[in-house]
């Protein structure tokens, strides 16, 4: 079962050892860390939630969502709000699970289903129509998308997708690394009007959080993984 939570405060915790080994006694056997750090600051944000989300916390493993919840309010973060996902890789992404950070711009976006469309339409646009628009525009050179299954913490607010993207690094200043234009204005410009079509087709041009973060892998069954 793959559980992600969006996590509002002090994330520095993520991080630290003894959380690690505390998730892995209720039974997490991976974890990802994302958050909004020195790295990606200069990065684009767009937010919907106020005030906007600091960082996530994803975990693999058959456990209890409130446990982990639980754990997770007591690094301290301010606030945490948990999903069960469907996960699809249309781009897999490197996967080092040696809590390094990956050399990347790590986007996450929040999305949700907009009122003139149904969930099937829109789970429709989405996955069929969208993500190859979104490959062929972007330099994407990791592509995740996890589908809302439910909501696992009280309060939780309703969304229905999580994705994220992976861009090269230097996409954090150079709009061409980012769109993989090779420093062709033109087509930067096409590539920017293909992207954006589509994503008002799925009604992303709107009540949209777009989280800049680094990422970390932990793998918590690994002997002599980080600790």
Known sequence: ??????????????????????????????????????????????????????????????????????????LPADRVAGWEVEERQPIEPPEEWDGERTDALSNIAVIRCPAELTHEEWLRRWREDHTPVAIATQATFGYVQNLVVARVTEGAPQIDGIVEELFPSAGIDDIHAFYGSDGDEAELASRLDRLMASVTRIGADRDLDLVPTSRYLYDLRTEGAPR
Do not use: Y
């Open 1 to 74: 079962m793959k559980l992600m939570f969006a996590l509002w405060g002090d994330v520095s915790g993520l991080h630290a050892p003894d959380f690690r080994e505390r998730l892995e006694g209720l039974g997490v056997v991976r974890l990802q860390v994302n958050v909004c750090d020195e790295h990606v600051e200069r990065a684009m944000r767009i937010s919907t939630f106020d005030p906007p989300i600091d960082g996530f916390a994803t975990t693999w493993g058959e456990t209890d969502a409130a446990s982990i919840a639980a754990a997770l309010l007591d």
